[in-house]
Each structure stands twice: as structure tokens, then as C-alpha cells.
């Protein structure tokens, strides 16, 4: 299978764990992909300040990044995640939608290397973010 | 003081509940459904990360509640993903390898079947505010 139509990948609205987030589809340009993570109270992780948990970006960007990589190799195919960092810039302001940016920054025969920011009202002032890796399981190490 | 023990409405989400032990900060059981579903019969990455941090963060609380307290703020997480998490109850632990006056550092495992097979694992920098 070749060609990848992030369009019509996107008409899909997420199930799984995706779904149960509230994830859903943002943008795209030039070799980025954008997901948005709209603020609900079921994703706080500090009920003292209304902040987000942590665990639904990494979800989140963990998606976006992923995405870029099928955009990148015009391919949709499975990979596994070997890695991911997440460093938290600062905290996401309490109900605002987080959107998760993901590029490809590399790709060789079997990985993929991906990076991102998160932010929640310009690109300029991100509130994460994120580098990792992608094996990608078509691949013939 | 006691240690807290109410989990944040995220935990509540991916239907987290804690083990207690004796003398040791609870373990985690992550149940398997549609709310932590990534692939066809896969747990989400997404889920098994927020896992480990939830494990992470009840460690740190455990140990910090022995000392008298204080708040907790993510400074960064690396997730290792080592086997893919299947149609099955997910466990995880963490350990605080060191809490200093300001920065903790800790890790946490998630396992299914046995715990020397772990599906995922994650190190944890946090910055601590003592009370």
C-alpha cells in the first residue's frame, strides 16, 4: 500500500484511546502535522490548579508525531514507538485546547526520528517539547 | 502525615486503581478497554506513558509525604517502549531513585504477565516546592 491522504485519514474521527481524549484533527503545512487536545475536566491532573495531566500530551504527541511520519514516507504503515521525551516548558493554562505539532525530522531504512512542540496559543511560546523515535515495521533492517 | 491517596480525574479516565503495600508507596492496575485502545488489541503509547506517570507521581507523593510534604512539578519524561501492550490488565511500579531538596528523579515500570518482562518503562525529573 502507497500513497498516504491525510484528508481523508482525518475525515475519521479517533476511537480508542484518542476518542476517550477528545483528540481530533488541526491542521497541517509544510512538513508539520497538528492534533488538538480540546480541555476537559476528565484530563486534569492536579485538581488544585485545574492543570492538564501530563499523560494525554504525550498522547497526543505521540500521535502528531506519528502522522508526520506517514505524511513523510507517503505511506501508512505500522511502527512501533521505541522512544519518546517530553520536556514540559511550562504548565498548559487551564482551559485552553493544547494543539500538538509533529515533524519528521529523519527518515532511514528502519527508523524514524520526530519532533514537537505543544502549545496552547502560539507555536511561538510552546508549553512542551518532544523528541523520539519511531521503528518503522515494513522495513527490512 | 498521610500519604495522599485520591488519584486526579485523569487516573479516573484510563481506569487506574491502586494496590497497597505495606511500607511501600501502592502499585497500579490499568484495565484493559476502549478508553486506553490504540491499535486493533493494543494498548494506546499514550496510555501506557500516562501509566507510568500516574506510577511516578504516587511514588513521589508516597515518599515525599514521609518527609513532610510538598508540591510536585514535571520537568521532563523519557518513555522507553519495549513490547507491545496487549488485551490484558497492565501493572506498574515506581521508584523514586532520589529525592533531594528540589529535584527528585524517578522511574517507573509497567509489566503484564511478569514483572521482569516489562512492556514500558519511563525516568522522570521533577522539581520539588518542600511545604
Given at each position: 500500500?502507497?500513497?498516504?491522504?491525510?484528508?481523508?485519514?482525518?475525515?475519521?474521527?479517533?476511537?480508542?484511546?484518542?476518542?476517550?481524549?477528545?483528540?481530533?484533527?488541526?491542521?497541517?503545512?509544510?512538513?508539520?502535522?497538528?492534533?488538538?487536545?480540546?480541555?476537559?475536566?476528565?484530563?486534569?491532573?492536579?485538581?488544585?490548579?485545574?492543570?492538564?495531566?501530563?499523560?494525554?500530551?504525550?498522547?497526543?504527541?505521540?500521535?502528531?508525531?506519528?502522522?508526520?511520519?506517514?505524511?513523510?514516507?507517503?505511506?501508512?504503515?505500522?511502527?512501533?514507538?521505541?522512544?519518546?521525551?517530553?520536556?514540559?516548558?511550562?504548565?498548559?493554562?487551564?482551559?485552553?485546547?493544547?494543539?500538538?505539532?509533529?515533524?519528521?525530522?529523519?527518515?532511514?531504512?528502519?527508523?524514524?526520528?520526530?519532533?514537537?512542540?505543544?502549545?496552547?496559543?502560539?507555536?511561538?511560546?510552546?508549553?512542551?517539547?518532544?523528541?523520539?523515535?519511531?521503528?518503522?515495521?515494513?522495513?527490512?533492517? | 502525615?498521610?500519604?495522599?491517596?485520591?488519584?486526579?480525574?485523569?487516573?479516573?479516565?484510563?481506569?487506574?486503581?491502586?494496590?497497597?503495600?505495606?511500607?511501600?508507596?501502592?502499585?497500579?492496575?490499568?484495565?484493559?478497554?476502549?478508553?486506553?485502545?490504540?491499535?486493533?488489541?493494543?494498548?494506546?503509547?499514550?496510555?501506557?506513558?500516562?501509566?507510568?506517570?500516574?506510577?511516578?507521581?504516587?511514588?513521589?507523593?508516597?515518599?515525599?509525604?514521609?518527609?513532610?510534604?510538598?508540591?510536585?512539578?514535571?520537568?521532563?519524561?523519557?518513555?522507553?517502549?519495549?513490547r507491545g501492550g496487549r488485551d490484558k490488565p497492565t501493572h506498574a511500579e515506581g521508584i523514586v531513585?532520589?529525592?533531594?531538596?528540589?529535584?527528585?528523579?524517578?522511574?517507573?515500570?509497567?509489566?503484564?504477565?511478569?514483572?521482569?518482562?516489562?512492556?514500558?518503562?519511563?525516568?522522570?525529573?521533577?522539581?520539588?516546592?518542600?511545604?
Amino acid at each position: 500500500m502507497s500513497g498516504f491522504n491525510i484528508d481523508a485519514f482525518m475525515a475519521h474521527r479517533f476511537g480508542g484511546h484518542a476518542g476517550a481524549l477528545g483528540i481530533v484533527y488541526h491542521g497541517r503545512g509544510d512538513g508539520w502535522v497538528e492534533l488538538a487536545l480540546p480541555y476537559t475536566d476528565a484530563l486534569i491532573g492536579d485538581p488544585d490548579s485545574g492543570v492538564l495531566a501530563s499523560g494525554p500530551i504525550i498522547a497526543l504527541m505521540d500521535m502528531a508525531t506519528s502522522i508526520a511520519v506517514w505524511v513523510a514516507r507517503d505511506r501508512f504503515a505500522p511502527q512501533a514507538t521505541l522512544d519518546l521525551r517530553v520536556d514540559y516548558l511550562r504548565p498548559a493554562v487551564p482551559g485552553r485546547t493544547v494543539i500538538g505539532r509533529g515533524e519528521c525530522l529523519r527518515l532511514t531504512r528502519s527508523i524514524a526520528f520526530v519532533r514537537g512542540i505543544a502549545y496552547d496559543e502560539t507555536p511561538d511560546d510552546p508549553l512542551a517539547h518532544v523528541a523520539g523515535t519511531f521503528m518503522l515495521m515494513d522495513a527490512n533492517a | 502525615m498521610t500519604p495522599p491517596t485520591g488519584l486526579p480525574p485523569y487516573a479516573e479516565l484510563l481506569g487506574i486503581s491502586l494496590t497497597p503495600r505495606d511500607g511501600a508507596a501502592p502499585t497500579l492496575v490499568l484495565p484493559f478497554r476502549d478508553a486506553v485502545l490504540g491499535r486493533p488489541g493494543f494498548l494506546h503509547g499514550g496510555a501506557i506513558a500516562g501509566l507510568l506517570e500516574v506510577a511516578a507521581i504516587v511514588s513521589l507523593r508516597y515518599a515525599l509525604a514521609e518527609e513532610g510534604g510538598g508540591r510536585i512539578k514535571p520537568v521532563n519524561v523519557t518513555v522507553d517502549f519495549m513490547r507491545g501492550g496487549r488485551d490484558k490488565p497492565t501493572h506498574a511500579e515506581g521508584i523514586v531513585t532520589r529525592l533531594g531538596t528540589r529535584i527528585a528523579n524517578v522511574e517507573a515500570v509497567a509489566w503484564q504477565d511478569d514483572r521482569a518482562k516489562p512492556i514500558a518503562s519511563a525516568r522522570m525529573n521533577y522539581l520539588i516546592v518542600r511545604d
